[in-house]
């Protein structure tokens, strides 16, 4: 395979066999794909990672790519306590449970875990943990469980991280899985880093693509660094549970079946014995100031270019009348005018939602990271150059100010018209 200046293998499109059909230009993380003038993809091999996503997602087959093996290392004889226990055994997700139920990030792993545990050919375990979970956890069977384990407590009505901790460390040890899957939740990030503490195995964190190493069965965690230039894929070859955490939008989300045959297991616990905080007062999702714009089927997020106050209302305007919400990049929450929950990015949000508009949004690869799972997206932004219209199903080159009236002045009459 060819190689760039910084010795990287990259990909080749054959361009008789490629149909234009930008699917790789969408799916590229470092937005190394564009179309050339004769309408056929090309590859710039200097932005180029190497990570083989276009030939994956190709239909044709018209990238030429062969994906590096991780070279075998040579086996060095380790004391007899480092060898993974092989009655490790299992594809394990920690079920989050939210206002509603479960959370859906529990169900989107799910789905991975049951892909993951076909490769294993072994099972899929659910881990619910807190009061009045019955409904959670026959959820959790019918999406894909073998086994759901439950521990059932007064004390666990709300997730206290230092009790959580303690029962799905309790939980793991009695069920030693293979694999433990977390969402990247606030909630999911803090109980993670103790459980993997205390469980004393590695943790990688964020992670946008799990897979099964076909010679050696482990975990690949693969997960953005240096800023999303760098797609790294992260194996743990000596402890036992291999654990990762994977943000919420970024698998999708299985088919339900409630007839789905599973197991309920329940287990006995106990508070650990100690001090540990004392909840005064306990302050829902539902009650804090804020939303989640990751629930919302349309987003219009503002841009370093939208950022302006006087024009505000025009993208609420337009959000409203679409049933969405409004959201932000990066440097609109720098520059203190909208708050970080409603950041989408690597830093902020991953969002999957069914129509993206990017207004003034540059799309920086962080951005486009992130936004890979919506449906559609739509952008608008004065610089004909900007990133964003490299992964747009639909650009409009123009100012917001002008353009963002006409589109809503077209929705109104619509609502008129079919009411």
Known sequence: ????????????????????????????????????????????PEVCVGCGKCAEVCPVEAVSFEKPKRPKRAKKKRRKEEEPAPEHQGVAVYIERDPHGGADVSWELLGKARELAEKRQTKVLGYVLGDQVRQVAEEAGSYGCDEVHVIEEDQLQHPVSALYADALVQMVAQTK?????????????????????????????????????????????????????????????????????????????????????WTLREHAWSPPEGSYPELLEFISTEDAEGVDIAQYPVLVVAGRGACDPESFPLLEQLAELLGGVVACSRPVVESGFMPYERQVGQTGKTVAPKLYIGVGVSGAIQHRVAIQGAEKIMAINTDGAAPIFQIADVGIVGDYTTVLPAMISQLQEKVKHYG
Request: glycine share 8%; with cysteine.
């Open 177 to 261: 899985p293979e694999i433990l899957l977390m969402g990247a939740t606030a909630h999911g990030r803090d109980l993670a880093g103790t459980v993997a503490t205390r469980l004393a195995t590695g943790l990688t964190a964020d992670c946008t693509g799990l897979d099964i190493e076909e010679d050696s069965g482990l975990l690949l965690m693969t997960r953005p660094t240096f800023g999303g230039n760098i797609m790294a894929t992260i194996f743990c070859e000596q402890s036992r549970p291999q654990m990762s955490t994977v943000r919420p939008k970024v698998m999708p989300m299985p088919a339900k079946d409630p007839d789905r045959d």
């Open 1 to 44: 395979m060819p190689k760039n200046s910084k010795g990287i293998e990259v990909a080749e499109i054959i361009a008789d066999k490629c149909i234009a059909c930008q699917i790789c230009v969408a799916e590229c993380p470092v937005g190394a794909i564009d179309l050339s003038p004769d309408g056929t993809a090309r590859i710039d």
